[in-house]
């Protein structure tokens, strides 16, 4: 069954490093997602991504945060300086279309920042 | 703004005791929810949705635009129920987030 993956499924990171989370969506998906949660706390929604471009953001997803899809299979989310509270679960998630579909989850990356 | 309220953090029941894990959610349009589940180190995935009207693993759930409710109901919990449930909201169609509730743990003891 196709599914979707992310690496790492752990990054340690120091305070003010850029990270990149990787993920790759199902194949033949055309909306890919970023959620995070942060420990004890809910999934919140960060970005949406179609047709090469982002279609929503929440307020989370500042200028400190890029999503990129540099080759036709990756879909990455990049913290260009990290901070203490970016230490949560990243998810990655795709779906075939945008509506009432099934998006389908990544098992997450965990990142710290110390 | 939307919003998705999971009241318990924990619920714990006995085998073969019913379950009802609730999901209230606020929304003045017309949304479709939706109950992910997660199970011990493994990713989130759905386990239905609302337009759906099906049932899963035994598990169902009603939408109650009047109490603005979707509860996750099963008659007969089993050991293998246990796991983290979310309860999501999705605006009407299009390509739009979800909404998570902050998630329940379901224990369910032999």
């Known amino acids: 069954e196709p599914e979707v993956t992310q690496t790492p499924s752990h990054q340690v990171t120091q305070m003010g490093q850029e990270v990149i989370l990787r993920c790759v969506p199902i194949?033949?998906?055309?909306?890919f997602y970023w959620y995070r949660q942060i420990l004890g706390q809910k999934v919140e929604f960060l970005v949406s991504?179609?047709?090469?471009?982002?279609?929503?953001k929440s307020e989370i997803f500042d200028d400190q945060f890029s999503v990129e899809r540099p080759d036709g299979s990756n879909f990455t989310l990049k913290i260009r300086s990290t901070k203490l509270e970016d230490s949560a679960m990243y998810f990655c998630?795709?779906?075939?279309?945008?509506?009432?579909?099934?998006?389908?989850f990544g098992q997450g990356t965990r990142l710290t920042v110390v | 703004a939307q919003r998705v309220t999971q009241p318990e953090k924990l619920l714990s029941v006995f085998k073969g005791a019913p379950v009802e894990l609730k999901c209230n959610y606020s929304?003045?349009?017309?949304?479709?929810l939706f109950w992910y589940v997660q199970y011990s180190r493994q990713r989130l995935q759905l386990l239905l949705r609302?337009?759906s009207r099906e049932s899963i693993k035994g598990f169902t759930a009603d939408l109650n635009k009047g109490e603005t409710s979707f509860h996750l109901k099963k008659p007969f919990a089993q050991e293998e129920d246990s796991a983290m449930y979310y309860c999501?909201?999705?605006?009407?169609?299009?390509?739009?987030?979800?909404?998570f509730g902050k998630g329940t743990r379901l224990s369910v003891i032999a």
């Open positions: 998630a795709s779906s075939s279309t945008g509506g009432d579909t099934e998006a389908f």
């Open positions: 194949s033949n998906h055309l909306y």
């Open positions: 991504f179609y047709n090469n471009e982002i279609s929503e």
């Open positions: 929304y003045s349009g017309s949304p479709e």
């Open positions: 609302h337009i």
């Open positions: 999501a909201l999705k605006l009407s169609s299009g390509n739009t987030p979800l909404v």
